[in-house]
């Protein structure tokens, strides 16, 4: 087993403004984009004043690793609990937008990856650079059934933690993500991500995915996130997710 301390899995674009107010952009993307933002809760996301949760992941002989997480979305302010690059525990608490030091770098990449797996068709609708198409019904990539494949590609030219990566997400009926599969840009790896969303539960007006398995690059993969918890406006209370 590799250092759980390190960064693992898929290190993704550095995403910016969260909130969006109404732009030309969104007009030239697919309906079915938006569609599934608000399904996860893209309207309410204004009121989230903090959001809490631990991501865990492990691939067969590649890692295991477990950070948790509290990020305030309005502020951009970060508190990371984990273990570092070493495997030491760690505790770092920073400013999105004061990242000055390589503990905080290294935390930040990490946030990024996780906050995608919790967030991602969310992300997918924030994320002015990513190229969006609506690829129509196809099959899922394992087990029966169809959906709607929606492509979200990252350009090489924008720079980040990875241009060029992938995400196809497959959405059922309902706007649910049924399934994703996340090809790499770059030389690191895994270079192939095929994995389920489900465990789905409310937390707040947000709805999380909180269940993944599948397989990096050939090998078992097993994505799940946990102690899932919000905060709205007008409330200092956590409301779990359930």
Same mark, same amino acid.
């Given at each position: 087993?590799?250092n759980? %301390?390190?960064v *693992?899995?898929?290190?993704?674009l550095?995403? $910016?403004?969260? +909130?969006l107010s109404?732009?030309?952009?969104? @007009?030239?993307?697919?309906?079915?984009?938006?569609?599934?933002?608000?399904?996860y809760?893209?309207?309410?996301?204004?009121?989230?004043?903090?959001i809490?949760?631990?991501w865990?992941?492990?691939?067969?002989?590649?890692f295991?690793?477990?950070?948790?997480w509290?990020?305030?979305?309005?502020? %951009?302010?970060? *508190?990371?609990?984990?273990?570092?690059k070493? $495997?030491?525990? +760690?505790?770092?608490t920073?400013?999105r937008? @004061?990242?000055?030091?390589?503990a905080k770098?290294q935390?930040?990449a990490?946030f990024?990856?996780?906050?995608?797996?919790l967030?991602f068709?969310?992300?997918?609708?924030?994320?002015?650079?990513a190229?969006?198409?609506?690829?129509?019904?196809?099959?899922?990539?394992?087990?029966?059934?169809?959906?709607?494949?929606?492509?979200?590609?990252?350009?090489?030219?924008?720079?980040?933690y990875t241009?060029?990566d992938?995400?196809?997400?497959y959405a059922?009926?309902?706007?649910?993500?049924?399934y994703?599969?996340?090809?790499?840009?770059?030389?690191?790896?895994?270079?192939l991500?095929?994995?389920t969303?489900?465990?789905?539960?409310?937390?707040?007006?947000l709805?999380i995915?909180?269940e993944?398995?599948?397989?990096?690059?050939?090998?078992?993969?097993h994505?799940?996130l946990?102690?899932?918890?919000?905060k709205?406006?007008?409330?200092?209370?956590w409301m779990?997710?359930?």
């Open positions: 087993m590799t759980p %301390g390190r *693992t899995m898929i290190r993704l550095t995403f $910016g403004v969260l +909130v109404a732009t030309s952009w969104a @007009q030239t993307r697919p309906p079915i984009l938006e569609q599934v933002a608000k399904t809760g893209l309207d309410s996301f204004g009121q989230i004043e903090a809490r949760y631990t865990n992941g492990e691939v067969t002989g590649l295991k690793a477990s950070r948790a509290e990020w305030e979305p309005k502020t %951009g302010k970060v *508190t990371f609990e984990g273990k570092d070493d $495997g030491k525990p +760690v505790k770092v920073y400013m937008s @004061q990242i000055n030091d390589d770098k935390a930040d990490g990024t990856n996780d906050n995608y797996w967030l068709p969310l992300h997918a609708y924030w994320d002015t650079s190229t969006v198409t609506d690829e129509g019904m196809k099959k899922l990539p394992a087990g029966v059934g169809s959906a709607t494949l929606v492509s979200v590609k990252y350009g090489v030219e924008i720079g980040g241009p060029g992938t995400w196809d997400l059922g009926k309902d706007n649910r993500v049924e994703l599969v996340f090809q790499h840009g770059g030389n690191q790896k895994p270079s991500v095929k994995a969303w489900a465990g789905y539960k409310k937390a707040g007006p709805l995915s909180t993944h398995r599948g397989t990096a690059d050939g090998k078992p993969l994505i799940w946990s102690d899932v918890a919000v709205v406006t007008g409330s200092d209370k779990p997710a359930q």
